[in-house]
């Protein structure tokens, strides 16, 4: 008699960034601290750019996430913006929290200009409009810690990080935004990101019918 294998639920990781110079208050801090998913864990990431490379590793270790979405502030978001591709460059005059800036020149040498999300953008983006949350597709994730992580993973720059989804979310403040908006709509995230990797696992294409609004970098 043939056997039943039942499939695996995903592990998921969902990261956030604390307050940063000009962001005295960071909501995806908040995301992350109060995120209570069977299946998900979360962990804040430094706004310290020596420190992304080694914390994203000992994620990777610990959790070996089959799925990776990064969330970070944009105080100019009005929804969920899904990031489409990470730049391998940063700005050279946005200090982080330990008061360096990132430089010039690339993120990692001899490695592409850009890197696209592996996450189902699409379907995210049609099923948390019709939850009732704004959000659009976006092509340009900043050049500050946000696409410099998202690069890093993205990028495979990380080689324990082996997740088959990666990629990033913008969020706006709690003034555009309301908690309770914020959470379950990252819950409609989730859902979409672990049913999508159960049926398939592969990237799925953006939709050209959402939006691809050009965010001030200053903001990432």
């Known amino acids: 008699m043939a056997t039943m294998t039942l499939a695996r639920r995903p592990k998921v990781l969902i990261t956030g960034f604390p307050a940063f110079p000009g962001a005295p208050v960071n909501t995806t801090e908040w995301l992350v601290s109060t995120l209570n998913h069977e299946d998900v864990e979360t962990a804040v990431i430094p706004c310290v750019y020596a420190e992304v490379g080694s914390v994203l590793e000992g994620l990777g270790r610990k959790f070996d996430p089959d799925i990776v979405i990064h969330f970070g502030l944009s105080r100019q978001a009005e929804g969920f913006v899904l990031e489409a591709r990470a730049r391998n460059a940063c700005r050279a005059d946005l200090l982080d929290n330990s008061g360096l800036s990132f430089g010039t020149g690339p993120i990692s040498a001899f490695s592409p200009e850009f890197v696209p999300a592996s996450l189902p953008n699409a ?98």
């Open 123 to 220: 379907e995210i983006c049609l099923q948390l409009k019709k939850a009732g949350y704004p959000a659009d597709i976006s092509d340009d994730a900043g050049g500050y810690l946000c696409n410099f992580a998202f690069y890093h993973s993205a990028g495979r720059l990380i080689p324990v990080l082996r997740s088959k989804m990666i990629g990033f979310v913008h969020v706006p403040p709690f003034t555009r935004m309301p908690k309770i908006d914020l959470l379950n709509g990252t819950g409609v995230i989730i859902k979409v990101c672990c049913d999508v990797w159960g049926e398939t696992g592969l990237q799925q294409p953006c939709d050209p019918s959402c939006e691809s609004p050009h965010l001030d970098p200053l903001l990432r």
